[in-house]
């Protein structure tokens, strides 16, 4: 699965074939690209280290900020000042773009610092990434947890350098640039330094090592040397007082001369990143080769945990690196915390918890449940220092950590491992922590009002509380359970009868269509307010675009007037947009998985290819990506509900490794789907040898792994029309 990634895929603007059928009926405002970069990273990993041109949105690329259509261009073509670390995964417009400590080999001054080079030959893989830049030089970077190694190959020159620019942060674009409030660097001794800055209120600590034998290593200030300098201090920097800083290593250099650099972080200091450095890469020289190759070895490990069968070498490109997008974010940096004392697990760079608790957290669950557990506890310790759970959590303190996207997003994620009976969480604790949370923010509104606005969020409480009577029962609080279970019943709130959509309010992207057909505990509710059966069928026909006519996607720099017209369709976004990610299975419940089956099939075969712009839109740190996996192996979660929906694979055999073992799913009468092609439906199931009539299957029955058989056809049956997943009016 592994040499089947394309770190590439995401990285330019969309550029998918022109879309057909049912697909060409919905309309896609958000930006047309994937927003993903193809630098070197870890699994879950602290650093990421990348090629930076200064482009939004992870200082990779060509292109302008945009939140609508296609975005316009600040480059022409691919260019590089440099490399640096902590890049965004897939994000949008979430302010915080790192980018820090930039590396820049050159054989020019120093005085030209920050010029662009043209960037060739790019290459890269899972943990890898290598370029050669115009004026000959050769890059290649890697890491490991919390640690980042470089190294370039120059040509023979007299004044050969290495810099760190340890001032330069964000983005090369309006308003986006970081400045360091404090900073200090010294130099430690031949070919060894170390320093911290001060960023958006997190100490980011380095220590560095550089194999250049020979070479001088200076100091330099504004762009000038300081021969002789061994520290620098800066006690308060402002944007107006602000002068390039940091460290460098200059020196004649041999034709194909190698020169390494080795940095390992820390959010704890300087000792602290010495020694990430040491148990990451070790204390000898030449380390390049032994990190890339372990990384690339934990890279295998979390590949491996799914296979898949297919003759077509381009599906298989597109889910394998659709797995390993899902696996970048978020950035697990155990004893790293900046803001408590104590130890244990610290998690940051949730971008945000609306883009992955519904797709790629279940798949952390799923396959990788230590992972899982770890991140669980890292969200319970932010509760307990910080008084809430996050909806965005970044390595930045402040107003970033906003909620307007959703409310209590992280009692889904625990009710998950809740019901499955995991074990290292002290669900006594997290049932503490929940209960507080939802009692912060618009939490009041929903206890005062028996709503929220922006009217999602009434959804997202609603839900929050059913999910935490889950865990209450679990700790055997019946006294909870059944007041949690009261307050979840105020779901209805949120909807109007007379139009059985969601009620009239302030959305945060989208519109309320997007925002009413999502999976809730109380479906069979849901439906019969809009009408019963045939009333939803027909509400959620038309977000579709069952039987409308094609439409015309949003260009560059789309206007007000066209942005309107667009939302006024009330159309499905076709996994542009996050919000609506969930909604192609709300048909299960209505007795039609076969509209499942239809809207899946032209989403996973139409909106996602290979090459650059093989994504619809923002990978949103491997939400849309995790809904790529779940979608086309042919099970995907209900999220907090330990329940997963049963629809036509996209392979033929697929093999998840979960805690149980092997779960399998196969497939008779399969035929290699095609884009714009007939639609496969399941005609009827077995699971472990028995016949499956319903549309979906438990959490238990999933995670203790077995055998999924799937008889498909290229015309629906009565499967799955009587015997629809469960609906929970009470806990």
Request: glycine share 10%; net charge negative.
């Amino acid at each position: 699965m592994i040499d089947r990634v394309d770190p590439f895929i995401g990285t330019e603007v969309t550029a998918l074939p022109p879309q057909s059928g049912l697909a060409a009926t919905w309309w896609w405002p958000k930006p047309q690209v994937g927003n993903t970069h193809p630098g070197a990273t870890y699994p879950l990993g602290m650093v990421s280290t990348c090629a930076y041109s200064g482009a939004y949105p992870t200082g990779y690329g060509r292109y302008d900020l945009n939140t609508e259509g296609v975005p316009t261009t600040i480059h022409d073509e691919a260019v590089v000042s440099g490399f640096t670390h902590f890049q965004q995964s897939g994000t949008g417009a979430i302010r915080k773009y790192y980018n820090y400590f930039r590396v820049t080999p050159m054989l020019e001054p120093l005085d030209v610092l920050g010029r662009h080079w043209n960037l060739s030959d790019e290459e890269a893989s899972p943990g890898y990434y290598a370029a050669t830049l115009d004026s000959g030089i050769r890059a290649e970077l890697t890491v490991g947890p919390k640690s980042a190694v470089h190294r370039y190959r120059f040509p023979k020159h007299a004044t050969a350098r290495l810099v760190v620019d340890l001032s330069l942060g964000g983005l090369a674009i309006p308003h986006s640039a970081t400045t360091p409030l404090r900073a200090h660097l010294e130099l430690v001794s031949p070919g060894v330094a170390q320093g911290t800055i001060v960023v958006e209120g997190a100490p980011l600590s380095i220590y560095v090592e550089c194999d250049a034998d020979s070479w001088r290593q200076m100091l330099w200030y504004d762009r000038r040397l300081m021969p002789g300098g061994t520290r620098l201090d800066f006690d308060h920097i402002r944007p107006t007082t602000l002068r390039p800083f940091g460290l460098m290593w200059a020196g004649a250099s041999t034709e194909d001369q190698t020169v390494e650099l080795r940095i390992g972080f820390s959010l704890r200091g300087v000792e602290q990143a010495k020694r990430n450095l040491h148990t990451d890469c070790g204390t000898s020289t030449g380390r390049f080769g032994s990190r890339r190759e372990r990384t690339q070895k934990a890279w295998q490990r979390h590949l491996d945990a799914i296979t898949i069968e297919t003759p077509s070498a381009e599906r298989e490109t597109v889910f394998a690196t659709a797995l390993y997008h899902s696996l970048i974010k978020p950035c697990l940096a155990p004893g790293e915390s900046p803001f408590w004392p104590s130890d244990g697990p610290f998690v940051f760079d949730i971008s945000t918890m609306w883009d992955i608790y519904r797709t790629q957290l279940p798949l952390l669950g799923a396959l990788y449940p230590e992972r899982a557990v770890e991140l669980a506890n890292a969200l319970l310790t932010i509760a307990e220092e910080e008084g809430n759970f996050p909806i965005g959590y970044r390595m930045a303190v402040g107003s970033d950590r906003f909620s307007r996207q959703g409310s209590a997003l992280a009692h889904t994620f625990l009710a998950d491992l809740c019901q499955r009976g995991v074990t290292g969480i002290d669900w006594e604790w997290a049932l503490v922590h929940m209960h507080n949370d939802l009692r912060r923010t618009y939490g009041e509104d929903f206890l005062l009002r028996g709503e929220a606005h922006p009217i999602s969020h009434t959804l997202d409480i609603a839900f929050a509380y059913w999910c935490t009577a889950k865990v209450a029962r679990v700790v055997g609080d019946e006294a909870l359970v059944e007041e949690f279970t009261r307050l979840a019943e105020r779901w209805s709130n949120a909807y109007d009868a007379e139009t059985g959509l969601l009620r009239d309010s302030t959305f945060y992207e989208g519109s309320k269509h997007n925002y009413s057909f999502r999976v809730q505990h109380d479906m069979a509710g849901r439906i019969a307010l809009a009408g019963g059966d045939a009333g939803y069928l027909a509400l959620a026909d038309a977000f579709f675009g069952y039987g409308a006519e094609p439409v015309t996607q949003p260009g560059v720099s789309p206007g007000a007037e066209e942005l309107e017209a667009g939302y006024a369709l009330g159309r499905f976004e076709g996994l542009n947009n996050e919000p609506d990610m969930e909604a192609p299975w709300t048909y299960h419940y209505a007795g039609r998985p076969d509209r499942t089956a239809e809207i899946v099939h032209h989403v996973v075969h139409q909106q996602f290819g290979t090459g650059r712009g093989g994504l619809p839109g923002n990978d949103d740190s491997g939400g849309l990506s995790s809904w790529y996996v779940w979608a086309s192996l042919g099970v995907f979660p209900a999220a907090g509900q330990n329940l997963f929906f049963v629809n036509a694979p996209s392979f033929r055999r697929s093999e998840l490794a979960v805690s149980g073992g092997r779960f399998v799913i196969e497939t008779e009468n399969f035929r290699e789907p095609e884009p714009g092609g007939p639609v496969q439906y399941v005609r009827s199931a077995e699971l472990n040898g028995h016949p499956l009539e319903r549309s979906w299957i438990t959490g238990e029955e999933f995670h203790r792994g077995g055998e999924l058989l799937l008889r498909l056809g290229a015309e629906p049956s009565d499967w799955g029309r009587q015997d629809r997943p469960p609906s929970h009016p009470i806990a």
